[in-house]
């Protein structure tokens, strides 16, 4: 778990990361170097769940890389999909991480959403419903690595 106790919004406890894949944790359907390392290192606090139309086809390969299993989204009302996702673990539990059209309801839904700015585009809805915008998937699971910067962001 990860605690964050913002002043103006008070104390948030963060049990779920939920990750949009494609465009958010890989580039044309695969990892980043590091991407791997980041979320190990991030288990021991949080739940990992990866959320996925698998645009690219790839997605066994990236569950098999990370050992779990993602969740597949279906076609058609695909941000509605992954916001009942986000709600059914306790939205106030998770940080939800996505750059695509269909994750800005699941950022808005979490208890913290975080955008990325992605070399696959970034849509501006999730970029303007997202409660912070970082510049790469790294630089996101950095800040839930290094939470204080986190709270200073979001101070009010």
Do not use: F
């Not at 066994?60 to 076609?75: A, E, F």
């Not at 990325?116 to 915008?133: C, I, N």
């Amino acid at each position: 778990m990860i605690e964050l106790n913002i002043p103006g919004r008070g104390l948030v406890r963060l049990e779920h990361l939920v990750c949009d894949v494609n465009g958010t944790l890989a580039v044309d359907g695969q990892l980043p170097e590091g991407v791997k390392h980041r979320l190990t290192s991030l288990r021991d606090r949080l739940i990992l769940h990866l959320l996925t139309a698998d645009t690219h086809g790839r997605q066994n390969s990236i569950d098999q890389q990370l050992n779990l299993k993602s969740i597949r989204i279906q076609p058609g009302m695909e941000g509605e999909q992954k916001a009942r996702y986000v709600q059914q673990l306790g939205a106030g539990t998770v940080v939800a991480i996505g750059q695509g059209a269909n994750d800005a309801e699941m950022l808005q839904a979490a208890a913290l959403g975080i955008c990325v700015l992605s070399v696959e585009g970034t849509a501006v809805t999730t970029l303007l419903g997202a409660d912070l915008v970082v510049p790469d998937i790294h630089e996101a699971l950095e800040l839930l690595e290094k939470p204080l910067r986190i709270v200073a962001t979001l101070r009010r």
